[in-house]
């Protein structure tokens, strides 16, 4: 397997418009693996609300019965922050070529990641479509029509917005831990 698109995030929690992104990847062609890989703290963020290794569990769930996907433990493994160009320098040791998928809203803030003209140089970029933000014809876009954010979420605990099987057990703890 030559090429990868790396799917990170905090997944906090896990839901309906993360499934449609990994099945809207699994429509393109010339990727060989998608690897799914849920940070221990996104350097953008002062803290989470469910545990790294619990976020991990839930995405093995959801995600086990997809073929070629993989969820990665890298970045929970290191027990930090770890910024993205030092996950596409662990991955580049593997694989030739390496799409990183972000949500579109991370754009405006793109140019802020650690080292981003390295990682400009490192990866291709492709953006989930969100929110009806415009995306430059420079990037790969995937059109993905779910409308849902897990701060959002985590304040509705809507189940319809979670993966069918993890939907119970994740909004027990998000209700349990009144995380908002």
Same mark, same amino acid.
């Given at each position: 397997?030559?090429?990868?698109?790396?799917?990170?995030?905090?997944?906090?929690?896990?839901?309906?418009?993360?499934?449609?992104?990994?099945?809207?990847?699994?429509?393109?062609?010339?990727?060989?693996?998608?690897?799914?890989?849920?940070?221990?703290?996104?350097?953008?963020?002062?803290?989470?609300?469910?545990?790294?290794?619990?976020? =991990?569990?839930?995405?093995?769930? @959801?995600? %086990? +019965?997809?073929?070629?996907? !993989? &969820?990665?433990?890298?970045?929970?493994?290191?027990?930090?922050?770890?910024?993205?160009?030092?996950?596409?320098?662990?991955?580049?040791?593997?694989?030739?070529?390496?799409?990183?998928?972000?949500?579109?809203?991370?754009?405006?803030?793109?140019?802020?990641?650690?080292?981003?003209?390295?990682?400009?140089?490192?990866?291709?970029?492709?953006?989930?479509?969100?929110?009806?933000?415009?995306?430059?014809?420079?990037?790969?876009? =995937?059109?993905?029509?779910?409308? @849902?954010? %897990? +701060?959002?979420?985590?304040? !509705? &605990?809507?189940?319809?917005?979670?993966?069918?099987?993890?939907?119970?057990?994740?909004?027990?703890?998000?209700?349990?831990?009144?995380?908002?």
């Amino acid at each position: 397997m030559e090429t990868v698109a790396l799917y990170g995030g905090s997944f906090d929690p896990p839901h309906i418009g993360h499934e449609a992104v990994v099945k809207s990847l699994k429509k393109l062609d010339f990727i060989d693996e998608i690897i799914i890989m849920p940070t221990y703290l996104n350097p953008f963020k002062r803290s989470f609300f469910a545990p790294p290794e619990l976020r =991990l569990k839930w995405l093995k769930n @959801i995600f %086990s +019965s997809y073929e070629n996907v !993989t &969820i990665s433990s890298y970045e929970v493994d290191k027990q930090r922050e770890v910024p993205t160009v030092e996950t596409i320098k662990y991955l580049k040791k593997r694989y030739a070529n390496i799409y990183l998928v972000i949500g579109a809203d991370n754009l405006q803030s793109l140019h802020k990641w650690q080292d981003y003209e390295e990682l400009k140089r490192l990866v291709h970029f492709i953006i989930a479509k969100r929110d009806n933000i415009r995306v430059s014809d420079d990037f790969i876009k =995937l059109n993905v029509n779910e409308t @849902i954010s %897990s +701060s959002e979420l985590r304040a !509705t &605990i809507d189940t319809t917005k979670l993966p069918e099987a993890v939907a119970q057990e994740i909004a027990q703890y998000y209700k349990e831990h009144n995380a908002k």
